[in-house]
């Protein structure tokens, strides 16, 4: 469940790379915890790598996901985990084209200027509640996750 986690924090789809600050909330225990890294995402591949507090590497491929730890140690993910990463991925590249939200039929959209609220529509349903997204020059700068546990996850890219 925690690489579930980790891995919701993708957002970009054409090929690009950037550095970003996750806030993750965990309901279970009220805490919030802080990471920062890089995103590289090209419609082939997506290379998560944390930097702070401590280094994790997170390749998500055709050929599946593997987590990479600071020792160089590899884990492929596999079950259910990998099933709903993977799920999870394909959403958060979906909520990448701000143009695009609209015309989704994967979300209800509502947008107030700069901020758009997206309630989930299909099987994510069961999962998640709703994403906040704030844009910045057509592109978006923000978005928080809203799980049905409670667990946030904010992603601030920098």
């Known amino acids: 469940m925690r690489y579930l ?6 957002f970009n789809l054409f090929g690009s790379t950037y550095n970003f600050d996750e806030y993750r909330f965990v309901s279970a225990i009220s805490k919030e915890f802080h990471k920062s890294g890089t995103i590289s995402i090209d419609d082939k591949k997506i290379v998560i790598t944390y930097t702070k ?20 140690e590899k884990e492929a993910l596999e079950g259910n985990i990998l099933f ?3 799920i999870y991925l394909n959403l958060i590249k979906k909520i990448d084209d701000v143009e695009a939200l609209q015309s989704n039929d994967d979300f209800d959209v509502k947008q107030e200027g700069n901020f758009y609220i997206l ?3 299909n099987q994510l349903s069961d999962y998640v509640k709703k994403i906040e997204l704030t ?11 809203f ?12």
């Open 53 to 72: 507090p401590e280094f994790k590497k997170i390749v998500a491929d055709a050929e599946g996901i593997v987590v990479e730890d600071a020792e160089g």
């Open 135 to 145: 844009t910045k020059d057509d592109k978006i700068s923000t978005f928080k996750i």
């Open 84 to 86: 709903y990463t993977k």
């Open 147 to 158: 799980m049905l546990n409670d667990d946030t996850i904010k992603i601030l890219k920098r």
């Open 119 to 121: 309630k989930i529509k």
């Open 5 to 10: 986690i980790i891995l919701l924090i993708t």
